[in-house]
């Protein structure tokens, strides 16, 4: 069953502006996970947050977490043209998932030079 | 060097016919997994060995047969595949399965005619 929602599914933005893609997810979580993917290619990992953790950062990039809301939203601070990919969130349940990750269907964000 | 590479990247065959996908990481991990990846970009786990022991076996036609010969190579076999396993199938890998990243190969588009 699909677990992240992510919103929204299309952003297109110009270079030097910053994108914010969020995901929501039903049920209690160990950790939630961003992955990009550029076109033909497989997932990158971005970042991972604990559920015990509210905000991380990487870069360019800033991940926050509310599980009173069970949502989170990815930040990319001044975008370049070689961000255009997709942009996945994935959940790992708690206890006895293995590192199941549940994906959600994506932010497809285009960077315009 | 490709982390994690799967063979072939391409692979176009006939309604009824049996193919395998082979996948090998050099990173040193003990867990690997394969992802189907459908035409709206949904990500869907299927399954995940640990130290060569399956521990994650999604609800998949048994059609589809993982298995792991050692820690760095986990292969895909497919029998009489169906218009509906057309797709395109992602291994990855990750040290243990507990808060840990996935690192994914660059995909096999499976094209059944």
């Known amino acids: 069953s699909q677990q992240g929602e992510e919103d929204p599914q299309a952003l297109s933005i110009q270079e030097g502006e910053n994108a914010t893609m969020n995901c929501s997810y039903k049920?209690?979580?160990?950790?939630l996970q961003w992955y990009r993917q550029n076109s033909g290619r497989g997932l990158v990992h971005l970042i991972l947050?604990?559920?015990?953790?509210r905000e991380k950062h990487s870069g360019r990039l800033r991940v926050t977490l509310d599980t009173s809301k069970k949502s989170s939203s990815l930040l990319i601070t001044a975008s370049r043209a070689a961000d255009t990919a997709s942009y996945f969130c994935a959940t790992a349940d708690g206890a006895a998932s293995y590192g199941k990750l549940t994906f959600g269907q994506g932010t497809i964000l285009t960077v315009h030079p | 060097d490709t982390a994690v590479s799967q063979t072939p990247k391409y692979l176009v065959t006939q309604m009824g016919n049996d193919k395998s996908i082979k996948c090998e990481q050099n990173?040193?991990?003990?867990?690997m997994y394969w992802y189907k990846q459908d035409s709206k970009k949904f990500l869907k786990i299927m399954f995940s060995?640990?130290?060569?022991?399956?521990?994650i076996n999604e609800t998949v036609p048994n059609r589809f047969s993982p298995k792991s010969p050692d820690k760095a190579h986990l292969n895909l076999h497919i029998n009489s595949l169906e218009l509906g396993d057309s797709a395109v199938y992602f291994c990855?890998?990750?040290?243990?399965?507990?808060?840990?990243?996935?690192?994914f190969g660059d995909g096999t588009r499976l094209s059944i005619l």
């Open positions: 990855a890998s990750s040290m243990g399965f507990w808060n840990q990243p996935q690192h």
């Open positions: 060995y640990n130290n060569k022991e399956l521990i």
């Open positions: 049920t209690s979580i160990n950790n």
């Open positions: 947050i604990r559920s015990n953790e």
């Open positions: 990173l040193g991990h003990d867990t």
